[in-house]
């Protein structure tokens, strides 16, 4: 284990599939302190509250489900809380850190760790496979700009809202956001919802 602001890290994981979350478990033990595994949103809030960790390590196919309102409530009621948020991405994406993890693969242990010290140090961290994508997709040429607009429905994604809640914000139809949503997946080159959170985040 090490220490952080002389104590030990305290990490509460958060995954969809409880095989992933025991193997993260494992691959974190020797090094931090693993205070509980969860598998849905309102255990999560529930463990969170409890158990009070300094890192959150969330499976973001938990949150995507219910709008992010896991991480809002924690966020809400424990700001010194860190999140870090990981996902399965597509295979022309690259692995993700839990995909790593179930093979058993060293780099994911070391992956998750620099993700959780960064974090710690209130720095940002972006999986190497998100990295890549992102210069990818990153072109300015004219086919890939996004409109005001996708600009607009592409935040209120990522910040969680139902399609049928940016529609009622925006003032727009719900065929509208869907049309926005799978044309910036168009221009963008990304082919699924985990990829485009990636993106926006």
Not at 5 to 30: E, T
Request: charged fraction near 25%; glycine fraction near 4%.
């Amino acid at each position: 284990m090490y220490r952080h602001c002389s104590k030990w890290v305290r990490i509460l994981v958060a995954a969809d599939h409880a095989p992933v979350a025991a193997k993260i478990n494992r691959m974190l033990a020797p090094e931090l302190e693993v205070v509980g595994i969860v598998h849905d949103n309102q255990a999560l809030i529930k463990a969170a509250l409890d158990l009070k960790p300094d890192v959150v390590l969330i499976d973001i196919a938990i949150s995507i489900r219910d709008g992010l309102q896991a991480v809002e409530a924690i966020i809400q009621r424990l700001p010194q809380t860190k999140i870090i948020l990981h996902t399965a991405t597509a295979k022309d994406e690259g692995r993700s850190c839990a995909e790593k993890a179930w093979a058993g693969e060293a780099a994911a242990a070391r992956e998750f760790s620099d993700a959780i010290r960064l974090a710690l140090k209130g720095d940002a961290y972006l999986a190497p496979s998100i990295v890549e994508k992102v210069s990818q997709t990153s072109d300015t040429s004219s086919s890939r700009q996004l409109t005001d607009r996708e600009y607009e429905v592409l935040a209120l994604l990522a910040a969680g809202y139902p399609m049928k809640n940016i529609a009622y914000r925006l003032g727009i139809t719900y065929r509208t956001v869907t049309f926005h949503k799978y044309r910036m997946m168009e221009r963008l080159g990304i082919e699924t919802n985990a990829g485009l959170m990636n993106y926006a985040l």
